[in-house]
T-cell receptor, first 118, second 114 residues
């Protein structure tokens, strides 16, 4: 079984401040991890993904995330928040299916709403 | 433009009145999936399809049906909608090979069941 926990349903930062959104996963096999962003009234857009090639993953819009196996974490960061970063962010995990199949069900966390203040 | 489309985008209906939400993708993807999004619960998978005529239940399939007669289309059917199916629904698709491949999401369908 796999699961994702996002700590903090709401995070508020000032413009220019560090953004840190927390994600912890549980998976019995090596996971693939994703961060998606959802802007108001829109679908989900991929920010970045971890596929075991490198533990520090850089994504779009200046975001990055670091995979830490010892902590089972995949926290999302951005050095300096911008007003346009205000959105809901979802961490998700998937893995190979039984027998190495490519089923890859995505399991999402509860989401974190990021608010950016001027 | 590569995309996943859903229709309708907004729907208000009454309990028991059958409805269908359509989903179509133009990327020739084998894998398609339906999710519902509820506050505080994130997205939960309803049904998925690995290819034409191959579908299976996700985490919350009760009250829903799907079909996959064509590769590009994956409609979601609510035979007898109930108020607890009021939610935001997303369709997604990706190439079959590689679970690490990005899933592409549609714009969402906001359903209200009175």
């Amino acid at each position: 079984a796999q699961s994702v926990t996002q700590l903090g349903s709401h995070v508020s930062v000032s413009e220019g401040a560090l953004v840190l959104l927390r994600c912890n996963y549980s998976s019995s096999v090596p996971p693939y991890l994703f961060w998606y962003v959802q802007y108001p009234n829109q679908g989900l857009q991929l920010l970045l993904k971890y596929t075991s090639a490198a533990t520090l993953v850089k994504g779009i819009n200046g975001f990055e995330a670091e995979f830490k196996k010892s902590e089972t974490s995949f926290h999302l960061t951005k050095p300096s928040a911008h007003m346009s970063d205000a959105a809901e962010y979802f961490c998700a995990v998937t893995r190979l299916g039984a027998g190495g199949t490519s089923y890859g069900k995505l399991t999402f966390g509860q989401g974190t709403i990021l608010t950016v203040h001027p | 433009e590569a995309q996943v489309t859903q229709n309708p985008r907004y729907l208000i209906t009454v309990t028991g009145k059958k409805l269908t939400v359509t989903c179509s993708q133009n990327m020739n993807h084998e894998y398609m999936s339906w999710y519902r999004q509820d506050p505080g619960l994130g997205l939960r998978q309803i049904y998925y399809s690995m290819n034409v005529e191959v579908t299976d239940k996700g985490d919350v399939p009760e009250g829903y049906k799907v079909s996959r007669k064509e590769k590009r289309n994956f409609p979601l059917i609510l035979e007898s909608p109930s108020p607890n199916q009021t939610s935001l629904y997303f369709c997604a698709s990706r190439p079959r090979q590689g679970p690490y491949n990005e899933q592409f999401f549609g714009p969402g369908t906001r359903l209200t069941v009175l």
